[in-house]
């Protein structure tokens, strides 16, 4: 392998990879200068000269006349009566240059010249490509799927680099195959035995953030900002969007005519259920809307415990709180008040608050049963065994034994 040759392999990659002129310059110089300090044991006496345009590396030696016979090192010093052979007007204490070959190399240096060569080659493209997604963290990049696994896939980009997509954060309804287009946003890169990895996320809420600035112009050109969005992926999201026109009405914006705008949101997130609110510093009112379609009928905020009680109708309850209980744990996180639903005018002075029952029964099945707005023994009882089934996770023994104790609460 000549110089041509070293210098057109790494001109490729780096058109290949967007590795900059001058970087690709300076690390032949060195690549090239290691050997030659190698082999000389020092490179003060050696010029390199890398032209990237022509594809050429020129090395030259410089060499300083002494007397014949006063030769210390070969490397650095030659005769008189060799440097007047050059140039018969040589002059001992003078310099000469003469040009160094690449067959004086030797095959071995010349192959190991190449290894160091793709070696900073590899580095820069690792550097390159980690300093590129580092910048690019909380936005959305399109990749093809290349593999599936049981705990990941790799999907490839524009450029053929490998991102990863976890199972910890795709969308449980999310199935893809090889070949197929995919969607995420960028959230994190690290570096893994000096290999940056790319993680990808279909469940985090910047994910949302930047499809609603894809599908909304008003989003994107700032007229409506995103001030807070929380999801359960996959299931239900709540976004709080202001504008600071008063002529735009930001969901209406968001949302499009007829669902126009969200309704390819809500596919890209499999099915999402997507409420968009209007954003107030109000909150009494950030509450109610949170809740929608709720319809609360007054609200008690402690600001010292960040807790809040939500009385409503008792047919407003279930809207409330939502099929799983997303609802109600969605309007807590947006609001940052822990919420909790009373029902209003059924204040029975014989029935019996759930927690008092702390001592007999689980905190996490109590969870799940306020969950579904049940907060009072009654309020349980009431349901009865066969529908706590179907609207909670819990076991139907478990349920028995949950009546069994509030039933003897009233006997």
Same mark, same amino acid.
């Given at each position: 392998?000549?110089? +041509?040759?070293?210098?057109?392999? $790494?001109?490729?990659?780096?058109?290949?990879?967007?590795?900059?002129?001058?970087?690709?310059?300076?690390?032949?110089?060195?690549?090239?200068?290691?050997?030659?300090?190698?082999?000389?044991?020092?490179?003060?006496?050696?010029?390199?000269?890398?032209?990237?345009?022509?594809?050429?590396?020129?090395? $030259?030696?410089?060499?300083?006349?002494?007397?014949?016979?006063?030769?210390?090192?070969?490397?650095?010093?030659?005769?008189?009566?060799?440097?007047?052979?050059?140039?018969?007007?040589?002059?001992?204490?003078?310099?000469?240059?003469?040009?160094?070959?690449?067959?004086?190399?030797?095959?071995?240096?010349?192959?190991? *010249?190449?290894?160091?060569?793709?070696?900073?080659?590899?580095?820069?493209?690792?550097?390159?490509?980690?300093?590129?997604?580092?910048?690019?963290?909380?936005?959305?990049?399109?990749?093809?799927?290349?593999?599936?696994?049981?705990?990941?896939?790799?999907? *490839?980009?524009?450029?053929?680099?490998?991102?990863?997509?976890?199972?910890?954060?795709?969308?449980?309804?999310?199935?893809?195959?090889?070949?197929?287009?995919?969607?995420?946003?960028?959230?994190?890169?690290?570096?893994?035995?000096?290999?940056?990895?790319?993680?990808?996320?279909?469940?985090?809420?910047?994910?949302?953030?930047? +499809?609603?600035? +894809?599908?909304?112009?008003?989003?994107?050109?700032?007229?409506?900002?995103?001030?807070?969005?929380?999801?359960?992926?996959?299931?239900?999201?709540?976004?709080?969007?202001?504008?600071?026109?008063?002529?735009?009405?930001?969901?209406?914006?968001?949302?499009?005519?007829?669902?126009?705008?969200?309704?390819?949101?809500?596919?890209?997130?499999?099915?999402?259920?997507?409420?968009?609110?209007?954003?107030?510093?109000?909150?009494?009112?950030?509450?109610?809307?949170?809740?929608?379609?709720?319809?609360?009928?007054?609200?008690?905020?402690?600001?010292?415990?960040?807790?809040?009680?939500?009385?409503?109708?008792?047919?407003?309850?279930?809207?409330?709180?939502?099929?799983?209980?997303?609802?109600?744990?969605?309007?807590?996180?947006? &609001?940052?008040?822990? *919420?909790?639903?009373?029902?209003?005018?059924?204040?029975?002075?014989?029935?019996?608050? *759930?927690?008092? $029952?702390?001592?007999?029964?689980?905190?996490?099945?109590?969870?799940? +049963?306020?969950?579904?707005?049940?907060?009072?023994?009654?309020?349980?009882?009431?349901?009865?065994?066969?529908?706590?089934?179907?609207? &909670?996770?819990?076991?139907?023994?478990?349920?028995?034994?949950? $009546?069994?104790?509030?039933?003897?609460?009233?006997?």
């Amino acid at each position: 392998m000549d110089s +041509l040759e070293l210098v057109d392999s $790494f001109s490729e990659f780096k058109e290949l990879k967007n590795i900059d002129k001058q970087t690709m310059q300076h690390v032949l110089e060195d690549v090239f200068r290691a050997m030659l300090k190698k082999k000389f044991d020092t490179d003060e006496h050696i010029d390199v000269i890398v032209n990237i345009d022509k594809g050429d590396v020129q090395i $030259f030696i410089n060499k300083e006349i002494v007397d014949d016979g006063e030769v210390e090192d070969v490397n650095i010093e030659i005769p008189y009566s060799e440097a007047i052979k050059i140039e018969p007007d040589f002059e001992i204490g003078e310099e000469v240059t003469e040009e160094f070959k690449f067959a004086d190399f030797g095959r071995r240096n010349i192959l190991s *010249l190449r290894q160091n060569l793709i070696s900073r080659i590899m580095d820069l493209e690792k550097d390159y490509l980690y300093k590129l997604y580092k910048e690019r963290i909380g936005d959305i990049v399109t990749g093809e799927v290349y593999q599936v696994w049981k705990k990941e896939i790799m999907i *490839l980009d524009d450029e053929g680099n490998e991102l990863l997509l976890p199972k910890s954060e795709q969308i449980p309804s999310d199935y893809f195959k090889k070949g197929e287009s995919i969607r995420a946003v960028v959230a994190k890169v690290d570096m893994r035995n000096s290999n940056p990895v790319i993680i990808l996320s279909r469940t985090a809420p910047e994910f949302l953030e930047r +499809l609603f600035e +894809l599908e909304v112009p008003e989003v994107f050109d700032g007229l409506i900002t995103i001030k807070r969005i929380v999801r359960e992926p996959g299931e239900r999201a709540k976004v709080a969007v202001e504008s600071y026109d008063d002529r735009v009405d930001p969901v209406g914006a968001c949302v499009g005519m007829k669902g126009s705008r969200i309704h390819g949101i809500v596919r890209e997130l499999k099915n999402e259920n997507i409420d968009v609110i209007n954003y107030t510093s109000n909150p009494q009112l950030f509450i109610q809307r949170a809740l929608s379609p709720a319809k609360i009928t007054s609200i008690e905020i402690n600001e010292e415990t960040a807790r809040a009680k939500v009385y409503l109708r008792p047919d407003q309850v279930s809207l409330a709180i939502g099929r799983g209980g997303h609802n109600i744990k969605l309007g807590g996180k947006l &609001t940052g008040y822990e *919420l909790d639903v009373y029902r209003e005018g059924e204040v029975d002075v014989e029935d019996v608050d *759930l927690e008092e $029952f702390a001592d007999e029964i689980d905190s996490w099945i109590l969870d799940e +049963l306020k969950a579904i707005g049940c907060d009072t023994a009654k309020s349980v009882l009431d349901l009865g065994v066969e529908d706590l089934v179907k609207r &909670t996770d819990l076991e139907d023994e478990t349920i028995q034994e949950v $009546f069994k104790i509030l039933n003897a609460e009233f006997e």
